[in-house]
């Protein structure tokens, strides 16, 4: 079984659509977790973190749920420069071990 | 400030041949990790270094595959006798604990191709 497990999508929505993403992981040790984007041909950049109490930043809200092992990223109102491809990351806080989901492709749609 | 950096950004090879990939990590982090990603695939981890203890070479795929960290800063990942598979992006990533998580800041990679 996978560390991290992500819907691959893709998700074609329009703009303005609100669209939400789950990841699902197995470790329940696990301690971080973050979303990370990544554009096509580029390096994965750090979206979010994700705290136990849940957060947002703008039109992104992020949430954990520890009994059920999953987060969700949920994006509001989106955007055309939305479109990108979502990594979930989860972590045992010991520095070394981030596991990465393979990814859900996003597309946001004229 | 400044990101992590790496060189060269692209690298074609031939088959055969060895290849050092070069990451420049952000000052004062004291963990660097190295990854692969080939086309439309995930990441996949090869090594980790945090500061002085011994790396974490779990995910080197075979005995071609080294690294090193001098003076816990600049890291070089060598592949000898490349093979066509060895083609990927190899990113390096570099992190401090912010609160009470480690947060990963990647470079934007170095792209190899293997002829």
């Known amino acids: 079984r996978k560390e991290v497990e992500q819907d691959p999508g893709p998700f074609n929505v329009p703009e303005g659509a609100t669209v939400a993403f789950n990841c699902t992981y197995s470790?329940?040790?696990?301690?971080?977790f973050f979303w990370y984007r990544q554009d096509c041909r580029k390096e994965p950049k750090l979206l979010m973190s994700?705290?136990?109490s849940g957060n947002e930043d703008g039109r992104f809200t992020a949430q954990l749920n520890r009994a059920s092992q999953y987060i969700s990223l949920l994006i509001r109102d989106s955007k055309l420069s939305d479109s990108a491809t979502y990594l979930c990351?989860?972590?045992?806080?010991?520095?070394?071990?981030?596991?990465f989901g393979t990814g859900t492709s996003l597309t946001v749609i004229p | 400030g400044a990101g992590v950096s790496q060189s060269p950004s692209n690298k074609v090879t031939e088959k055969g041949k060895d290849v050092e990939l070069r990451c420049d990590p952000i000052?004062?982090?004291?963990?660097l990790y190295w990854y692969r990603q080939s086309l439309g695939q995930g990441l996949e981890f090869l090594i980790y270094?945090?500061?002085?203890?011994?790396?974490?070479k779990s995910g080197l795929p075979s005995d071609r595959f080294s690294a090193e960290r001098t003076g816990g800063s600049v890291s070089t990942l060598t592949i000898q006798r490349t093979q066509q598979e060895d083609s990927a992006v190899y990113l390096c990533?570099?992190?401090?604990?912010?609160?009470?998580?480690?947060?990963?800041?990647f470079g934007p990679g170095t792209r190899l191709t293997v002829t």
């Open positions: 270094f945090q500061g002085n203890s011994a790396p974490d």
């Open positions: 994700v705290y136990s």
């Open positions: 990351v989860v972590n045992l806080n010991t520095g070394n071990q981030f596991y």
């Open positions: 000052s004062g982090h004291t963990a």
């Open positions: 470790n329940s040790a696990s301690q971080s």
């Open positions: 990533a570099s992190s401090s604990k912010s609160g009470t998580a480690y947060e990963q800041y």
